[in-house]
């Protein structure tokens, strides 16, 4: 089984970068796609970036396109989610998550399609 531990700062200014991080252990070949994806208080969940396995295939989400970068290192098992010149409505709790069949169903932008997820994450932007 796959788990996925999230870190990076929640305390953001209005104009900061978020930085994010997400660890995957459990599997040790094939890396899967992983997805990020955020709830503000109220709301469903939003789709905010995607990578692929091998990681030649990225996805922002509409509200955060331009502003957006995600990466990988398959040597360390992570992926990385940053996102620049935050407002205040980019506060939410964001969640990386991953899925055996992601890459296979291209399903990278829709919550359902993924299966294991990360704790989660606050981030605040402060004005």
């Known amino acids: 089984q796959v788990q996925l531990v999230q870190a990076g700062e929640g305390s953001v200014q209005t104009g900061g970068s978020l930085d994010l991080s997400c660890t995957t252990s459990g599997r040790t070949h094939n890396p899967y796609a992983v997805g990020w994806f955020r709830q503000a208080p109220g709301k469903e969940h939003e789709f905010v970036a995607a990578i692929s396995g091998s990681g030649d295939k990225t996805y922002c989400g509409d509200s955060v396109k331009g502003r957006c970068t995600i990466s990988r290192d398959n040597t360390k098992d992570a992926v990385y989610l940053q996102v620049t010149s935050l407002q205040p409505e980019d506060s939410a709790v964001y969640f990386c998550?991953?899925?055996?069949?992601?890459?296979?169903?291209?399903?990278?932008?829709?919550?359902?399609?993924?299966?294991?997820w990360g704790q989660g994450t606050q981030v605040t932007v402060s004005p």
């Open positions: 998550a991953t899925g055996a069949y992601v890459d296979t169903m291209r399903s990278y932008f829709h919550e359902g399609g993924y299966d294991e």
